[in-house]
């Protein structure tokens, strides 16, 4: 299994921006990609932002052009950059890993989840 231990949510206002950082331990060598998930009060969760260990991305359009995810491998971590921050992002931040095999994906790892508020 995969460890993931999250950090840089916070309350900030319209239009601010936030980093979100995620930190892998364990079983990472079994990782193809990590994201990042939300949920926000009453909602389901979603898949915001995505990336591979070839650093191809993938985003929710509701981000697209203002949450930038990055990998640095070296250092088993994934960040999400928030720029550009409205109300409507404010939800819980999952991170999470996953392994493809055998022509699917599988969930090897969630984060605690961060708290992010965006104040209008």
């Known amino acids: 299994q995969v460890q993931l231990v999250e950090s840089g949510g916070g309350l900030v206002q319209a239009g601010g921006s936030l980093r979100l950082s995620c930190a892998a331990s364990?079983?990472?060598?079994?990782?193809?990609?990590m994201g990042w998930y939300r949920q926000a009060p009453g909602k389901q969760r979603e898949l915001v932002a995505a990336?591979?260990?070839?650093?191809?991305?993938n985003y929710v359009d509701s981000v697209k052009g203002r949450f930038t995810i990055a990998r640095d491998n070296a250092k088993s971590a994934v960040y999400l950059q928030m720029n550009s921050l409205k109300p409507e992002d404010t939800a819980v931040y999952y991170c999470?890993?996953?392994?493809?095999?055998?022509?699917?994906?599988?969930?090897?790892?969630w984060g605690q989840g961060t708290q992010v508020t965006v104040s209008s």
């Open positions: 364990g079983s990472i060598f079994s990782i193809t990609a």
């Open positions: 999470n890993a996953v392994q493809f095999r055998g022509g699917k994906y599988y969930d090897v790892g």
């Open positions: 990336i591979t260990g070839s650093n191809l991305t």
